[in-house]
Protein backbone atom coordinates (compact mmCIF):
# COMPACT_ATOMS: atom_id res chain seq x y z
CA UNK A 1 0.00 0.00 0.00
CA UNK A 2 2.83 2.63 -0.79
CA UNK A 3 4.51 1.75 2.72
CA UNK A 4 7.78 1.56 3.08
CA UNK A 5 9.64 -1.58 5.15
CA UNK A 6 12.43 -0.52 7.05
CA UNK A 7 14.75 -2.39 8.96
CA UNK A 8 15.16 -1.63 12.80
CA UNK A 9 17.47 -2.74 15.76
CA UNK A 10 15.14 -2.96 18.68
CA UNK A 11 16.78 -3.29 22.02
CA UNK A 12 14.69 -3.63 24.71
CA UNK A 13 15.54 -3.81 28.27
CA UNK A 14 14.45 -5.30 31.36
CA UNK A 15 15.11 -5.18 35.08
CA UNK A 16 13.04 -7.37 37.44
CA UNK A 17 12.16 -5.20 40.55
CA UNK A 18 8.75 -6.10 41.50
CA UNK A 19 9.19 -10.00 42.00
CA UNK A 20 10.40 -11.40 45.81
CA UNK A 21 11.98 -13.90 44.86
CA UNK A 22 14.04 -15.25 41.51
CA UNK A 23 12.21 -17.57 38.70
CA UNK A 24 8.68 -16.36 39.34
CA UNK A 25 8.28 -13.87 36.47
CA UNK A 26 7.72 -15.65 33.23
CA UNK A 27 6.44 -13.72 30.13
CA UNK A 28 6.43 -13.65 26.39
CA UNK A 29 7.80 -10.75 24.22
CA UNK A 30 5.71 -9.84 21.03
CA UNK A 31 6.81 -7.72 18.06
CA UNK A 32 4.80 -6.88 15.50
CA UNK A 33 1.99 -9.57 16.61
CA UNK A 34 4.96 -12.10 16.04
CA UNK A 35 5.97 -13.98 18.85
CA UNK A 36 9.75 -13.10 19.39
CA UNK A 37 10.81 -14.16 22.79
CA UNK A 38 8.90 -17.34 24.33
CA UNK A 39 8.66 -17.84 28.49
CA UNK A 40 11.12 -15.30 29.79
CA UNK A 41 12.96 -16.12 32.68
CA UNK A 42 14.55 -12.83 33.72
CA UNK A 43 16.25 -14.74 36.30
CA UNK A 44 18.40 -16.85 34.01
CA UNK A 45 19.21 -14.06 32.30
CA UNK A 46 20.78 -11.71 34.93
CA UNK A 47 22.90 -14.92 36.30
CA UNK A 48 19.67 -15.40 38.73
CA UNK A 49 19.91 -12.41 40.51
CA UNK A 50 17.06 -10.03 41.05
CA UNK A 51 16.72 -6.11 40.25
CA UNK A 52 19.99 -6.46 37.49
CA UNK A 53 19.17 -4.99 34.48
CA UNK A 54 19.71 -7.10 30.98
CA UNK A 55 18.96 -5.66 27.25
CA UNK A 56 17.73 -8.05 24.41
CA UNK A 57 18.26 -6.95 20.98
CA UNK A 58 16.33 -7.93 17.94
CA UNK A 59 16.18 -6.80 14.27
CA UNK A 60 12.79 -6.02 12.78
CA UNK A 61 11.50 -4.81 9.75
CA UNK A 62 8.25 -1.79 10.60
CA UNK A 63 5.39 -2.69 8.35
CA UNK A 64 3.52 -0.93 5.81
CA UNK A 65 2.89 1.68 7.95
CA UNK A 66 6.19 2.55 9.45
CA UNK A 67 5.24 1.39 13.04
CA UNK A 68 6.78 -1.13 15.14
CA UNK A 69 4.35 -2.75 18.04
CA UNK A 70 6.47 -4.07 21.20
CA UNK A 71 4.20 -5.87 23.29
CA UNK A 72 4.63 -8.20 26.72
CA UNK A 73 1.91 -11.04 28.26
CA UNK A 74 2.23 -13.51 30.72
CA UNK A 75 3.79 -17.07 29.34
CA UNK A 76 2.32 -20.35 29.79
CA UNK A 77 4.69 -21.00 32.14
CA UNK A 78 3.24 -18.85 34.51
CA UNK A 79 1.88 -18.69 37.67
CA UNK A 80 -2.16 -17.97 37.80
CA UNK A 81 -1.32 -16.30 41.41
CA UNK A 82 1.45 -14.80 39.23
CA UNK A 83 0.57 -13.86 35.89
CA UNK A 84 2.35 -10.74 34.79
CA UNK A 85 5.18 -9.24 32.42
CA UNK A 86 7.61 -6.39 32.95
CA UNK A 87 9.02 -4.51 30.36
CA UNK A 88 11.20 -1.23 31.49
CA UNK A 89 12.49 0.62 28.10
CA UNK A 90 12.87 0.02 24.39
CA UNK A 91 15.18 1.69 21.94
CA UNK A 92 14.25 1.68 18.09
CA UNK A 93 17.15 2.81 15.75
CA UNK A 94 16.91 2.55 12.26
CA UNK A 95 19.95 0.69 10.24
CA UNK A 96 21.38 2.39 7.94
CA UNK A 97 22.62 0.56 4.59
CA UNK A 98 26.42 1.20 4.74
CA UNK A 99 26.76 1.58 0.96
CA UNK A 100 23.61 4.21 1.14
CA UNK A 101 25.31 6.11 4.09
CA UNK A 102 26.60 9.66 3.07
CA UNK A 103 28.58 10.07 6.71
CA UNK A 104 31.35 7.32 5.69
CA UNK A 105 34.75 8.66 5.42
CA UNK A 106 37.03 7.48 2.72
CA UNK A 107 40.12 5.16 5.32
CA UNK A 108 43.31 7.47 4.92
CA UNK A 109 46.10 5.72 3.47
CA UNK A 110 48.83 4.75 6.04
CA UNK A 111 52.67 4.85 5.58
CA UNK A 112 54.31 1.63 8.03
CA UNK A 113 57.86 1.96 8.57
CA UNK A 114 59.75 -1.34 9.74
CA UNK A 115 62.96 -0.74 12.31
CA UNK A 116 65.26 -3.55 12.33
CA UNK A 117 67.97 -3.16 15.40
CA UNK A 118 70.64 -4.64 15.05
CA UNK A 119 73.51 -5.88 17.59
CA UNK A 120 76.44 -6.26 17.46
CA UNK A 121 78.87 -9.10 18.86
CA UNK A 122 81.72 -8.81 20.36
CA UNK A 123 84.38 -11.67 20.40
CA UNK A 124 86.88 -11.05 22.56
Not at 5 to 16: I, Q
Not at 74 to 93: C, F, Q, T, V, Y
Not at 100 to 112: G, T
Request: include cysteine.
Amino acid sequence: SGGVRVRHLVRLHFCDIVSPALNLLYFDVYINGYSAYKDVDLSSLTFHMLASPVYVDFVVDSDDSGVIQISVGPSDLSSSMRKNAILNGAEIMKLVNVSDSHSIVAPRKKKLLLLKEETETKVG
